[in-house]
């Protein structure tokens, strides 16, 4: 996920484990992938939960793995 300078979520893409791929904007959500609009909890935290395995990216990876998702919003 893309945050702003709040830690609000601005882009967001989910690789699941199966490969497929969905992503979200603030215009277009998509089938199962919705942006959030309260602060994420930190990096930490969020992988104290096993199901998880978060790691911070630059923006250029980013910007890689957006463009590997197309967008199929309410599909």
């Not at 609009?37 to 910007?63: A, K, M, R, V």
């Amino acid at each position: 996920m893309e945050l702003d300078d709040a830690g609000v979520e601005t882009r967001k893409g989910h690789i699941y484990p199966d490969g497929h791929r969905e992503r979200a904007d603030a215009i277009l959500p998509d089938k199962d992938t919705q942006l959030c609009y309260e602060p994420t909890p930190p990096l930490e935290e969020i992988n104290s939960d096993p199901q998880f395995e978060g790691c911070w990216i630059t923006q250029e990876e980013f910007e890689e793995e957006w463009k590997k998702t197309p967008q199929q919003a309410g599909q």
